[in-house]
C-alpha cells in the first residue's frame, strides 16, 4: 500500500495563493493516478482536481478550474496543488487521494475510486 502525507495548508487572505504538497511512501507511486478532495465545515466531502499516472491528463472540477493547478514529480514521489486566486468559500481541509491503476492516462474524479488517502491539511482563506 502507499502512505501519503499533505503539508502546506495555512491561513492565506482572499485572492491569495497557496500551495500543497503530497508525499506518498510505499509503493511505486507512478502506478498511482492521484486526487485532491477537500471538506469544508458542514459540508460533504468534494473533488477538486485529478490527475493521471502519467501527469499528462487532469480533471478539474468547475471551482478549481483556471486557478488551481496539479502536478506530480514521479522521481520525488510527490503531487502538488497550486492554488491561485483563493476565495473563503475554498476553505476546507484538503485530502490527497491516490489510485493503483494499469491506465496510464486514466484520472478519476470520485472519492469512492480512490483506495488511499492522507490525513489532510487545512486550508483557511479569510476575507
Known amino acids: 500500500q502507499v502512505q501519503l502525507v499533505e503539508s502546506g495548508g495555512g491561513l492565506v487572505q482572499a485572492g491569495g495563493s497557496l500551495g500543497l504538497t503530497c508525499a506518498a511512501s510505499g509503493r511505486t507511486f507512478s502506478n498511482y493516478a492521484m486526487g485532491w478532495f477537500r471538506r469544508a465545515p458542514g459540508k460533504e466531502r468534494e473533488f477538486v482536481v485529478a490527475?493521471?499516472?502519467?501527469?499528462?491528463?487532469?480533471y478539474y472540477s468547475d471551482s478549481a478550474k483556471g486557478r488551481f493547478t496539479i502536478s506530480r514529480d514521479n522521481a520525488k514521489n510527490t503531487v502538488s496543488l497550486q492554488m491561485n486566486s483563493l476565495k473563503p468559500e475554498d476553505t476546507a481541509v484538503y485530502y490527497c487521494?491516490?489510485?493503483?491503476?494499469?491506465?496510464?492516462?486514466?484520472?478519476?474524479?470520485?472519492?469512492?475510486?480512490?483506495?488511499?488517502w492522507g490525513q489532510g491539511t487545512q486550508v483557511t482563506v479569510s476575507s
Open positions: 487521494a491516490a489510485r493503483s491503476t494499469g491506465y496510464s492516462g486514466r484520472y478519476y474524479w470520485t472519492d469512492e475510486q480512490y483506495d488511499y
Open positions: 490527475l493521471s499516472r502519467s501527469g499528462d491528463n487532469t
